[in-house]
């Protein structure tokens, strides 16, 4: 790896780790999701009691207890908690432990989310390692830069949510099984198959990483090795039901039954994403999304170069119609697709540089659009003049399109210079700016 590209890696890790840290146990406020004590509670039970213990509102557990946290929140503490596998919550107890969280009635925000700041920062390296190995350096860093300043990452990010966890395990997963293919090397594949296998330890929708990695085996004929795969990832998977089994089999046979029908899934579940954006539990316009969706759209059209974003999406999409759709307040469940999105973006991005193209035309258009919603008029108001004298800008962005003389094309790239340095200083604004207030 070039010199140069290792110091602005880790200016971009630099500016995603003070963007992400910015509020972080302010904003998203305490009390977004719940579950953020949920999964430390479950570690920290298992690891000083020996018993799976946390909170669950489902009447399908046999013992139930009223609890009432320090700071007066009501819960149902049940046991054994079985409605999700363990590795995550054994992951968030030992930091909050490590973090000086005696137990679970100690434990506070600031024992945990130190560990959402480490995914975060680890799913931008993890872009761009995987951008950088299938398009190169420059891909690569603009993926990471991206992901590490879209606003709805950034602030989704500070929080200890099961999502912030696979995201990372998820591209080393395809990372790995990326590397294989080029180099046929056994350990990027057994390495892809493990951490695939304790993905679905943390959560059972993680079978998505598995699925990616399998749907890439099988784009490139290896048959035989999506059979040894998905035999692997199962294998471990079944640890789960072993769980379960030793100790309590109805309970957690009955957990299952609910969980296969308890989401919200109706026909507009789908178009939810694009109708009802969500960061936590509220709903927050980002146009960075709307950009990544239409440009992931494009990818489609060669999939033989874009395989591996279009599977990874692909993969966890199909988990999320089949189960997770338009859960009210749950923002975190449309996190993994996001640094998809980034890399999409990035791809053409380069790639409307380098060719005429109106993407940046429309791309800079609802992002702008968008950030100048979160920042200006809350502060100045609405502006017809800024909006229009934007929207102009914009417009100079693909000139060169309809007109192809140089000094149109020297006209286009001093709008887009201009139009993207403003567009990052309403990211910044957007994002050191944002509350729930």
């Given at each position: 790896m070039k010199k140069i590209t290792i110091i602005s890696l880790l200016c971009i890790l630099f500016l995603g780790f003070l963007l992400r840290r910015h509020n972080y146990l302010t904003w998203p406020r305490e009390g977004s999701t719940f579950d953020e004590y949920a999964w430390t509670w479950l570690g920290m039970n298992i690891l000083q009691k020996g018993k799976?213990?946390?909170?669950?509102?489902?009447?399908?557990?046999?013992?139930?207890?009223?609890?009432?946290?320090?700071?007066?929140?009501?819960?149902?503490?049940?046991?054994?908690?079985?409605?999700?596998?363990?590795l995550f919550g054994l992951i968030v107890g030992s930091y909050a432990l490590f973090s000086g969280a005696k137990d679970m009635r100690t434990v506070d925000i600031s024992h945990i989310r130190g560990l959402a700041l480490i995914l975060g920062i680890s799913s931008i390296l993890m872009v761009f390692l995987l951008a950088r190995e299938m398009y190169g350096d420059e891909i690569g860093l603009v993926s990471s830069f991206l992901y590490a300043i879209i606003p709805t990452v950034v602030v989704g990010s500070r929080i200890v949510q099961n999502e912030n966890f696979f995201i990372p395990g998820f591209l080393l997963v395809?990372?790995?099984m990326v590397k294989y293919i080029k180099v046929k090397r056994t350990r990027y594949f057994?390495?892809?198959a493990i951490v695939a296998g304790l993905l679905t330890l943390a959560k059972?929708?993680?079978?998505?990483?598995?699925?990616?990695?399998?749907?890439?085996?099988?784009?490139?004929?290896m048959y035989a090795r999506v059979i040894q795969y998905i035999c692997l990832v199962a294998g471990i998977f079944s640890l789960y039901f072993l769980?379960?089994?030793?100790?309590?089999?109805?309970?957690?046979?009955?957990?299952?039954?609910?969980?296969?029908?308890?989401y919200d899934i109706t026909f507009d579940g789908v178009f939810s994403l694009f109708?009802?954006?969500?960061?936590?539990?509220?709903?927050?316009?980002?146009?960075?999304?709307?950009?990544?969706?239409?440009?992931?759209?494009?990818?489609?059209?060669?999939?033989?170069?874009?395989?591996?974003?279009?599977?990874?999406?692909?993969?966890?999409?199909?988990?999320?119609?089949?189960?997770?759709?338009?859960?009210?307040?749950?923002?975190?469940?449309?996190?993994?697709?996001?640094p998809?999105?980034?890399?999409?973006?990035?791809?053409?991005?380069?790639?409307?540089?380098?060719?005429?193209?109106?993407?940046?035309?429309?791309?800079?258009?609802?992002?702008?659009?968008s950030l100048f919603q979160n920042t200006w008029e809350p502060f100045f108001g609405f502006s017809y003049g800024a909006y229009r004298l934007f929207l102009i800008l914009c417009g100079l962005t693909g000139i060169s399109y309809f007109f192809h003389?140089?000094?149109?094309?020297?006209?286009?790239?001093?709008?887009?210079?201009?139009?993207?340095l403003l567009i990052f200083i309403l990211n910044i604004w957007t994002i050191l700016g944002y509350n729930e207030q």
């Open positions: 799976p213990v946390s909170w669950s509102p489902h009447p399908q557990y046999k013992l139930r207890t009223h609890y009432v946290s320090e700071k007066g929140t009501p819960y149902w503490l049940v046991e054994p908690y079985l409605e999700h596998p363990p395809l990372y790995a057994y390495g892809s059972v929708p993680w079978w998505s990483a598995a699925i990616g990695g399998s749907f890439l085996l099988f784009y490139h004929r769980w379960g089994y030793l100790w309590d089999w109805e309970v957690f046979i009955n957990l299952w039954r609910f969980q296969l029908h308890r109708t009802n954006p969500m960061l936590v539990d509220r709903s927050f316009l980002d146009g960075w999304l709307y950009a990544g969706w239409f440009a992931f759209f494009i990818l489609l059209s060669n999939t033989k170069r874009h395989a591996v974003i279009i599977f990874g999406l692909l993969s966890y999409f199909a988990i999320y119609i089949f189960g997770i759709p338009n859960e009210p307040g749950h923002g975190w469940y449309r996190y993994p697709f996001y998809f999105l980034a890399i999409a973006l990035a791809v053409v991005f380069i790639d409307a540089l380098k060719y005429r193209s109106l993407f940046l035309f429309f791309s800079s258009t609802v992002i702008g659009l003389h140089k000094a149109f094309r020297k006209i286009e790239l001093a709008s887009i210079i201009f139009v993207f």
